[in-house]
């Protein structure tokens, strides 16, 4: 079982900043991959940002030059500072992390979902 502890959502003004935080704790081999995803009312879940275990980073193009996702390898720890925020941004914000469970089996797993409300 691979657990995973979001953190750092809340409510924020426009222009406002926040930073989410992922930790990932339980039984497995590696992780391959952390990232962000969100999903609005009514809306489908969005990959928003991902970030490989080398640091490679991706950004979907709607919060690119506003959102850095970082990770902290030996904390198996990523985080999404958001800057710059946009009413659009509001959204629960769930972590997903991808990596082998075993030499046989990988595994993915997401958080329980943190809630970002951007509103003046």
């Known amino acids: 079982q691979v657990q995973l502890v979001e953190s750092g959502g809340g409510l924020v003004q426009p222009g406002g900043s926040l930073r989410l935080s992922c930790a990932a704790s339980?039984?497995?081999?590696?992780?391959?991959?952390m990232g962000w995803h969100r999903q609005a009312p009514g809306n489908e879940r969005e990959l928003v940002a991902t970030?490989?275990?080398?640091?490679?980073?991706d950004y979907v193009d709607s919060v690119k030059g506003r959102f850095t996702i970082s990770g902290d390898n030996a904390k198996n720890t990523v985080y999404l500072q958001m800057n710059s925020l946009k009413f659009e941004d509001t959204a629960v914000y769930y972590c997903n992390v991808q990596g082998r469970r075993n030499l046989w089996q990988n595994f993915s797993s997401w958080g329980q979902g943190t809630q970002v409300t951007v509103s003046s």
């Open positions: 970030i490989t275990s080398g640091g490679a980073a």
């Open positions: 339980g039984s497995f081999l590696s992780i391959a991959a």
